[in-house]
């Protein structure tokens, strides 16, 4: 089992930063690709980054390519989101995901198998 600990949510204004962070638990970290996904009020889980094992490769949904980064650092065992050039419509409930099933990243919530508690990500206009 894999416990995911989040932090740095908050309120932020339109254009702010926020930098989210993901500690996992284990030794065996690095094997795991990482998501993240976020859910609004009144809508459904949506994707919006992922890492494989290695952080070689990354992939972003279209609404957060170039203002988030996803990056990890496997010696701390740490998966962080960046998030620039905050929007209102970032508003929403941040979830932090591993998976024991997909090494190379995903954007398939089902391939995740261990999820962190979220986290509120509130953006003011």
């Known amino acids: 089992q894999v416990q995911l600990v989040e932090s740095g949510g908050g309120l932020v204004q339109a254009g702010g930063s926020l930098r989210l962070s993901c500690a996992a638990s284990?030794?065996?970290?690095?094997?795991?690709?990482m998501g993240w996904f976020r859910q609004a009020p009144g809508k459904e889980r949506e994707f919006v980054a992922t890492?494989?094992?290695?952080?070689?490769?990354?992939d972003y949904a279209d609404s957060v390519k170039g203002r988030f980064t996803i990056s990890r650092a496997n010696a701390k065992n740490t998966v962080y989101l960046q998030m620039n050039s905050l929007k209102p419509e970032d508003t929403a409930v941040y979830y932090c995901?591993?998976?024991?099933?997909?090494?190379?990243?995903?954007?398939?919530?089902?391939?995740?198998?261990?999820w962190g508690q979220g986290t509120q990500v509130t953006v003011s206009s």
């Open positions: 995901a591993a998976s024991g099933i997909v090494s190379g990243g995903s954007m398939w919530f089902r391939e995740y198998n261990y």
């Open positions: 890492i494989s094992y290695s952080g070689g490769n990354t």
């Open positions: 284990g030794r065996t970290f690095s094997s795991y690709a």
